[in-house]
């Protein structure tokens, strides 16, 4: 069997669902990968992992939510004749020193840079859609968002900016962005409190934005049905980001796409549009 397909990972996920979107618009032969999909992949399931990789010459991996796997994985797909790997982390992750937050991630990042394959890490911000799609939305719709985050600004960027990234390394010419890693951001850095306001103008309802600690918004996260663990985790990433080391936007985006990054307000506009914050 020749080795032709790109595999994506978590192919049902917030950046996996676009990326396999593109690749199939773009007629590239694509395996869309996940415990819900029609090609099942688990981490915590490595008997499968072998068919997965069957026939791939190029995968897209999100790393798991615990550090160990990728080894195991980036092993398996060596063998099985994978010739490039491109890997979604997060900013800056090697300044996160002795933070908790993102072992995961840093594992993985071990395991593919320490790999024989040609590889990419594609580091990203977090996502102008994580207001809209994920653990913010409740919040926002309901009238109020809180967090321990103060002045502190984040570079947030458009989940398909990452995509089209993820796309266009995924499928260039052999070696062009061999032993890269790209910072992904937006075009510029927004407190929360800002993005908030912004949101609230949009869609036109009364939306406020209140400080907490991280203690706090742990707790609340356990109440929301997170685990202790995940909880805390996620938490530790705000304490992270206040100390500033990730809050500077970068040119990574245009060096691969050759355009600016999707401004916050383009990303807010367009959910407005949808409904996103309707009540």
Same mark, same amino acid.
């Given at each position: 069997?020749?080795?032709? !397909?790109?595999?994506?990972?978590?192919? !049902?996920?917030?950046?996996?669902?676009?990326?396999?979107?593109?690749?199939?618009?773009?007629?590239?032969?694509?395996? &869309?990968?996940?415990?819900? @999909?029609?090609?099942? *992949?688990?981490?915590?399931?490595?008997?499968?992992?072998?068919?997965?990789?069957?026939?791939?010459?190029?995968?897209?991996?999100? #790393?798991?939510?615990?550090?160990?796997?990728?080894?195991?994985?980036? &092993?398996?797909?060596? =063998?099985? /004749?994978?010739?490039?790997?491109?890997?979604?982390?997060?900013?800056?992750?090697?300044?996160?020193?002795?933070?908790? *937050?993102?072992?995961?991630?840093? @594992?993985?990042?071990?395991?593919?840079?320490?790999?024989?394959?040609?590889?990419?890490?594609?580091?990203? @911000?977090? *996502?102008?859609?994580?207001?809209?799609?994920?653990?913010?939305?409740?919040?926002?719709?309901?009238?109020?968002?809180?967090?321990?985050?103060?002045?502190?600004?984040?570079?947030?960027?458009?989940?398909?900016?990452?995509?089209?990234? #993820?796309?266009?390394?995924?499928? /260039? !010419? &052999?070696?062009?962005? =061999? /032993?890269?890693?790209?910072?992904?951001?937006?075009?510029?850095?927004?407190?929360?409190?800002?993005?908030?306001?912004?949101?609230?103008?949009?869609?036109?309802?009364?939306?406020?934005?209140?400080?907490?600690?991280?203690?706090?918004?742990?707790?609340?996260?356990?109440?929301?049905?997170?685990?202790?663990?995940?909880?805390?985790?996620?938490?530790?990433?705000?304490?992270?980001?206040?100390? /500033?080391?990730?809050?500077? !936007?970068?040119?990574?985006?245009?060096?691969?796409?050759?355009?600016?990054?999707?401004? *916050?307000?383009?990303?807010?506009?367009?959910?407005?549009?949808?409904?996103?914050?309707?009540?």
């Amino acid at each position: 069997m020749s080795n032709d !397909t790109t595999l994506v990972l978590g192919a !049902t996920g917030k950046t996996g669902r676009r990326v396999v979107a593109r690749l199939r618009l773009r007629g590239t032969p694509v395996r &869309a990968a996940s415990r819900s @999909s029609r090609t099942r *992949f688990d981490w915590t399931d490595p008997g499968g992992w072998d068919e997965a990789l069957r026939g791939v010459a190029v995968a897209y991996v999100v #790393a798991p939510g615990v550090p160990g796997p990728v080894h195991e994985f980036v &092993a398996r797909a060596e =063998a099985a /004749g994978v010739r490039r790997l491109v890997l979604l982390s997060g900013r800056g992750a090697d300044t996160w020193g002795d933070s908790t *937050f993102g072992l995961d991630m840093r @594992s993985a990042e071990d395991a593919v840079r320490g790999s024989a394959l040609e590889w990419t890490v594609l580091r990203a @911000s977090n *996502f102008d859609q994580n207001f809209d799609e994920d653990v913010f939305h409740a919040p926002l719709v309901a009238g109020e968002l809180a967090l321990p985050a103060d002045a502190v600004p984040e570079p947030f960027i458009d989940v398909d900016d990452v995509a089209d990234a #993820a796309a266009a390394v995924l499928t /260039g !010419t &052999a070696g062009r962005h =061999a /032993g890269r890693i790209y910072e992904l951001t937006g075009p510029r850095a927004l407190t929360f409190g800002e993005a908030v306001e912004l949101i609230s103008r949009a869609s036109g309802r009364p939306i406020t934005y209140r400080r907490i600690s991280p203690g706090e918004y742990a707790a609340t996260l356990v109440e929301q049905g997170l685990s202790e663990d995940d909880a805390h985790h996620v938490a530790e990433m705000f304490v992270l980001m206040e100390r /500033g080391l990730i809050a500077a !936007t970068t040119d990574d985006l245009a060096t691969v796409l050759g355009r600016a990054p999707r401004t *916050f307000e383009d990303y807010v506009v367009r959910a407005a549009a949808a409904g996103a914050w309707r009540g």
